[in-house]
């Protein structure tokens, strides 16, 4: 068997690091990848300095960022562009790393179990979506429901939000938006060379 790719993802908060990580343990995806425990960074401050970090130690051969796109505001696209440009002297290139939802992950989430396009960054707007399509009164993102809405994904309802997600736009620019699918296509797919395409438009010459 080829050498598994090792990827890291660094999500952004509570509610990507254990949606990533049931993601990346369905039996879809591809045995010819290994991925590293999911980093939590408790906030989009955190997104710069420890993606330079992780990209510097060579431990993986992909890292990439799980975050909002919210509403596609200034720090978002402010973030993307510096890792663009501090690590790979592009900014123009950092998006080439980031799996986003816009305006929020909640998006994908609920798209397990339903229709739905999510307008705000709002948790109290976005709890009646949260209410009709899983059940969860009041959704404030507590740990505990957090953890009920990813006890609920499944590999059957994982195929309905491909399908739903497919719908939406790609432009982070555009709410509700996301390329979530890109990465999921080639986290199922056995051929790896995504990755060293990726790192050959990355790579700072």
Do not use: C
């Not at 997104?47 to 799980?66: A, W």
């Not at 510096?82 to 080439?96: A, M, S, V, Y």
């Not at 986003?100 to 960054?121: A, C, I, M, R, W």
């Amino acid at each position: 068997m080829m050498n598994r790719k090792r990827i890291l993802i660094l999500a952004e908060g509570f509610e990507e690091k254990p949606y990533i990580e049931k993601i990346i343990h369905l039996p879809y995806i591809s045995s010819n990848y290994y991925f590293s425990d999911v980093i939590n960074l408790k906030g989009n401050g955190q997104i710069l300095s420890r993606y330079q970090y992780e990209f510097q130690t060579n431990k993986h051969d992909m890292v990439l960022v799980f975050a909002d796109a919210d509403n596609g505001s200034l720090q978002f696209i402010d973030i993307i562009e510096k890792i663009g440009e501090r690590i790979f002297g592009d900014k123009t290139k950092g998006k080439l790393v980031f799996i986003f939802v816009n305006p929020v992950t909640l998006q994908v989430v609920l798209s397990h179990f339903g229709d739905v396009e999510l307008k705000s960054k709002s948790k109290k707007k976005n709890s009646v979506f949260v209410k009709e399509l899983v059940g969860i009164d009041n959704y404030d993102a507590k740990e505990e429901q957090i953890k009920e809405i990813i006890s609920k994904i499944n590999s059957n309802n994982y195929l309905d939000m491909k399908k739903r997600i497919e719908k939406l736009s790609k432009d982070y620019h555009i709410v509700p938006s996301s390329n979530i699918l890109e990465f999921l296509s080639y986290f199922e797919n056995d051929d790896t060379s995504w990755i060293d395409d990726i790192n050959n438009q990355i790579a700072y010459i």
